[in-house]
T-cell receptor, first 116, second 116 residues
Framework: EAGVAQSPRYKIIEKRQSVAFWCNPISGHATLYWYQQILGQGPKLLIQFQNNGVVDDSQLPKDRFSAERLKGVDSTLKIQPAKLEDSAVYLC??????????????FGPGTRLTVT | QQQVKQSPQSLIVQKGGISIINCAYENTAFDYFPWYQQFPGKGPALLIAIRPDVSEKKEGRFTISFNKSAKQFSLHIMDSQPGDSATYFCAATGRRTQGGSEKLVFGKGTKLTVNP
């Protein structure tokens, strides 16, 4: 079974520029998550999708971050404009959905963003 | 209420020794506690997980001990090997309510080094 795919793996941009990350979840996984992992810390959820609907985006800085999941499969996360503090690894994860819950989240390799 | 506190921040053990990492939580709504292993440049990988209806779960050399009354859980790695050298994250999440999030709340991580 193929894992969660992410691209690009690395990105370096200047502050105030924009950037987009792409994620392809495991086939059949209805739930998709974007996490931000700052160096030396655990991942922090930015947004959770159930199919193509948003379940939780309470920690997404909506003034600069946006995400979409068209057709309930692939997802993109965009930052515009980027700030220095956005330097982090952006992780995509996916999980199966069930009525009782779907807790086993599988992570992709992440995109390391450096903002200069 | 949403925090998961993890200790120690770093751990050095000799090959064949036992590695122990501890986590504590406050939110009594949490009902799923996974441990993730992360190698440099990789996304977190699910290692083992436990639900609060059991006090211990063992998979190979990895054991989770869970103390519901103390709101603590720990990871024990028996016969630690140099290949176990990685960063370990504990996490927690709660049962999905209608439309609710299943976001994982992560600890800050423990960098384990196993010396040969």
């Amino acid at each position: 079974e193929a894992g969660v795919a992410q691209s690009p793996r690395y990105k370096i941009i200047e502050k105030r520029q924009s950037v987009a990350f792409w994620c392809n979840p495991i086939s059949g996984h209805a739930t998709l998550y974007w996490y931000q992992q700052i160096l030396g810390q655990g991942p922090k959820l930015l947004i959770q999708f159930q199919n193509n609907g948003v379940v939780d985006d309470s920690q997404l800085p909506k003034d600069r971050f946006s995400a979409e999941r068209l057709k309930g499969v692939d997802s993109t996360l965009k930052i515009q404009p980027a700030k220095l503090e956005d330097s982090a690894v952006y992780l995509c994860a996916s999980s199966l959905w069930a009525v009782w819950g779907s807790y086993e989240q599988y992570f992709g390799p992440g995109t390391r963003l450096t903002v200069t | 209420q949403q925090q998961v506190k993890q200790s120690p921040q770093s751990l050095i053990v000799q090959k064949g020794g036992i590695s122990i990492i501890n986590c504590a939580y406050e939110n009594t709504a949490f009902d799923y506690f996974p441990w993730y292993q992360q190698f440099p440049g990789k996304g977190p990988a699910l290692l083992i997980a436990i639900r609060p209806d059991v006090s211990e779960k063992k998979e190979g050399r990895f054991t989770i001990s869970f103390n519901k009354s103390a709101k603590q859980f720990s990871l024990h790695i028996m016969d630690s090997q140099p290949g176990d050298s990685a960063t370990y994250f504990c996490a927690a999440t709660g049962r999905r309510t209608q439309g609710g999030s299943e976001k994982l709340v992560f600890g800050k991580g423990t960098k384990l080094t196993v010396n040969p």
